[in-house]
């Protein structure tokens, strides 16, 4: 099993910085990616940005250019660096663990809300 948990949510003005955190512990060897997604009130949870374990990135159109995903591996923590921060990023953001033989962990979820 792998646990995760998400940090660094909160309430940014519009065109602000935000840095969210995941740690992950437990069967931490088994993990192939880690990644975020958000889902907003009303809507389909959507991927927002993947690592995978050798370093590869993905990003969701929306958030390229101001998002950033990056991980610490002697830390076993992943981040997202999130500037330029819009009132449609308004979401929950969850991290997510894909293991190598295809099942997935979530984490909590951390809040962030972006005032116009």
């Known amino acids: 099993q792998v646990q995760l948990v998400e940090s660094g949510g909160g309430l940014v003005q519009a065109g602000g910085s935000l840095r969210l955190s995941c740690a992950a512990s437990?069967?931490?060897?088994?993990?192939?990616?880690m990644g975020w997604y958000r889902q907003a009130p009303g809507k389909q949870r959507e991927l927002v940005a993947v690592?995978?374990?050798?370093?590869?990135?993905n990003y969701a159109d929306s958030v390229k250019g101001r998002f950033t995903i990056s991980r610490d591996n002697a830390k076993n923590t992943v981040y997202l660096q999130m500037n330029s921060l819009k009132p449609e990023d308004t979401a929950v953001y969850y991290c997510?663990?894909?293991?190598?033989?295809?099942?997935?962990?979530w984490g909590q979820g951390t809040q962030v809300t972006v005032s116009s």
């Open positions: 437990g069967s931490i060897f088994s993990i192939n990616a």
């Open positions: 997510k663990a894909r293991r190598r033989e295809g099942s997935d962990s």
């Open positions: 690592i995978t374990s050798i370093g590869s990135t």
